[in-house]
């Protein structure tokens, strides 16, 4: 294969990942107007049921401006040799590798958040403000920003950094290394994420005593699971949308509500929700998600390990020089398609893992109360009750509103 050949196939890649994206949306947008399913007919009235279906429109407009925008800016950088600039301009600062390579991801990272930033301010405070979504002001717009770009330059510097000293010391067994170093991380921010970067963005405090905490607490003893605080996150500073999420394992492991959560749902809606992501605990789906996602970066490693030295790979972006920074940016698009066979994999898995969750909910508490809650939840975020089968297939990580509801009722 000559570097010609190379370059193409790194284009015939990113414009093949472009149009299958592109005909899943269309597909998508095909059913938008499909009769509802019975089962969830209670779900909007018609007022509701027309804003949801404007939102859907616009949503899907702008998706679509803003895919082609970064597919074309994309594609100009490969073409007018983007990645031999930036490479050179990082190295009339230094001689030293290591800091080339930082240099290198720095300033590519740093320029694609800024084309970004017209994008996410127009979906911030346009469509999320036009249909009641949006509650972040202009400021913590900025300082959110600010925030993701400070820990950005310190964690994701720090983590490069140490990949690259194990590739520049070990050569191609850096895969070894960098996998155990992953592997640690992985674990580490398993356990830490919810109390060290959550509060970087959002305040965290316990669960006041209430009718709503004693029933989890009563939930939670029934079933053996041990819960020393549950945990209430101020969502409504950014968004009216609502969540839960479980976190940790062990003696860390941790559920946190939002604060949007509480205000939509009644208490015993909301234990549902909570008796749904404990039964991810007690199936182990954590723990699961983990090891897979470990096995996953090991073999991406390792692949990576078998190309990361070849000169075709700076040879197709005309870098004169071959260097780690040009290699993995070569390597992460051509391995844009096992990526995209791995993602669906795990999709597929990530949604067994969804109807065990519910599943457990329903045998442990109330089918009932979480389909009520499902589909208030449906409601308050104007979801998509028809998406096209393909495209659940393709992007879900969970089963959709129809198919979970189908599943509790059975």
Do not use: C
């Not at 959110?144 to 990949?163: N, P, Q, R, T, V």
């Not at 067994?352 to 389909?371: C, G, M, P, R, T």
Request: aromatic share 16%.
């Amino acid at each position: 294969m000559t570097a010609t050949t190379l370059f193409y196939l790194f284009i015939a890649i990113l414009v093949f990942n472009f149009l299958l994206e592109a005909f899943l949306d269309y597909i998508n947008t095909k059913h938008f107007n499909d009769p509802i399913p019975d089962l969830l007919k209670d779900v909007y009235n018609e007022t509701e049921y027309q804003k949801s279906q404007a939102y859907k429109k616009e949503n899907e407009r702008f998706s679509s401006i803003s895919e082609l925008f970064s597919l074309s800016i994309t594609l100009l950088f490969f073409f007018f040799k983007g990645f031999a600039y930036v490479d050179e301009l990082a190295r009339k600062f230094t001689d030293n590798e290591l800091v080339i390579s930082l240099l290198f991801f720095g300033i590519i990272m740093f320029a694609s958040d800024i084309i970004s930033i017209p994008f996410s301010y127009y979906h911030t405070f346009v469509i999320e403000q036009k249909y009641g979504f949006n509650k972040m002001s202009k400021k913590l717009f900025w300082i959110d920003k600010i925030k993701s770009w400070f820990l950005m330059l310190i964690l994701g510097g720090i983590i490069l950094s140490i990949i690259i000293l194990f590739y520049q010391k070990t050569g191609t067994n850096f895969w070894l290394y960098t996998w155990l170093f992953i592997a640690v991380f992985s674990v580490f921010m398993t356990l830490f994420y919810s109390s060290l970067i959550v509060p970087i963005f959002n305040k965290q405090k316990p669960l006041e005593q209430s009718e709503l905490k004693d029933k989890i607490d009563a939930f939670a003893k029934k079933v053996g699971f041990k819960l020393d605080t549950i945990f209430v996150i101020d969502g409504s500073k950014r968004s009216t949308k609502a969540n839960a999420y479980f976190s940790g394992f062990g003696a860390k492991k941790r559920i946190v509500l939002y604060d949007t959560l509480i205000n939509d749902l009644e208490p015993n809606e909301i234990v549902a929700v909570l008796a749904h992501e404990i039964g991810h605990y007690k199936k182990k789906h954590v723990f699961i998600n983990m090891l897979i996602s470990i096995a996953l970066t090991g073999f991406t490693l390792y692949i990576l390990s078998l190309l990361i030295d070849n000169p075709l790979l700076s040879e197709a972006l005309s870098v004169k020089q071959m260097s780690f920074h040009i290699g993995l940016i070569a390597f992460g698009v051509l391995y844009t398609p096992i990526s995209l066979i791995t993602g669906l994999l795990m999709n597929i898995l990530s949604r067994k893992f969804e109807y065990q969750a519910d599943n457990y909910a329903k045998q442990h508490y109330n089918a009932s109360d979480l389909i009520t809650g499902l589909k208030k939840l449906s409601k308050n975020s104007l979801s998509n009750l028809t998406p096209h089968k393909w495209y659940v297939f393709f992007h879900y990580s969970h089963p959709s509103l129809h198919q979970r509801i189908k599943n509790l009722s059975t």
